[in-house]
T-cell receptor
Framework: DSGVTQTPKHLITATGQRVTLRCSPR?????VYWYQQSLDQGLQFLIQYYNGEERAKGNILERFSAQQFPDLHSELNLSSLELGDSALYFC?????????????FGPGTRLTVL | GEDVEQSLFLSVREGDSSVINCTYTDSSSTYLYWYKQEPGAGLQLLTYIFSNMDMKQDQRLTVLLNKKDKHLSLRIADTQTGDSAIYFC????????????FGTGTRLQVTL
């Protein structure tokens, strides 16, 4: 158990809908990262927050947004969902925000868009 | 941009050593990581190596880094059936903040 929690574990929804994925980092970690794992794209970095502020952005679609709250939990919002958004979404956390900070991953949320 | 490559599949017999290889293109990689993903599970950090090191050993795991060739390997000694999983190598560097760039993953199958 990495100490990173994600809810829900599974989510099934229809195209055009909007969903929110939630992540609670390890105690003491200030950075939260979101990754998407899909069959065709592999594991891709989406976005990073550090202590409530956005720090880095990767291949995140404009239909997707995220935020980190004062209690350091984070939410990833996915809207106007398409079939291709079906994937496993991972959250990771680390103590700091730099390249030397080891990231610990949560169990993931499996999103299925029908 | 950064690119990380791995072979897709490796099959070994229980008790043998497994060697999973990874190549990367970014010469400014700071840390290189190995993660393990079991079916239906998340990513478990196995070990990591800083770019100024050549080797790191942690119980049954040995990581070798050839910085000149940009080649990373993970050796698992006395491979067990519980080691069957997908193994991802990943790199991070200061130029891209702290995002991890992952390889495609190597599926390790351990046979009896």
């Amino acid at each position: 158990d990495s100490g990173v929690t994600q809810t829900p574990k599974h989510l099934i929804t229809a195209t055009g809908q909007r969903v929110t994925l939630r992540c609670s980092p390890r105690s003491g970690d200030l950075s939260v990262y979101w990754y998407q794992q899909s069959l065709d794209q592999g594991l891709q970095f989406l976005i990073q927050y550090y202590n409530g502020e956005e720090r880095a952005k990767g291949n995140i679609l404009e239909r997707f947004s995220a935020q980190q709250f004062p209690d350091l939990h984070s939410e990833l919002n996915l809207s106007s969902l398409e079939l291709g958004d079906s994937a496993l979404y991972f959250c990771a956390s680390s103590v700091g925000q730099g390249a030397t900070d080891t990231q610990y991953f949560g169990p993931g949320t499996r999103l299925t868009v029908l | 941009g950064e690119d990380v490559e791995q072979s897709l599949f490796l099959s070994v017999r229980e008790g043998d050593s497994s060697v999973i290889n990874c190549t990367y293109t970014d010469s400014s990689s700071t840390y290189l990581y190995w993660y393990k993903q079991e079916p239906g599970a998340g990513l478990q950090l196995l070990t990591y190596i800083f770019s100024n090191m050549d080797m790191k050993q942690d119980q049954r795991l040995t990581v070798l880094l050839n910085k000149k060739d940009k080649h990373l390997s993970l050796r698992i000694a006395d491979t067990q059936t519980g080691d069957s999983a997908i193994y991802f190598c990943a790199e991070s560097n200061t130029g891209t903040a702290s995002k991890l760039t992952f390889g495609t993953g190597t599926r390790l199958q351990v046979t009896l």
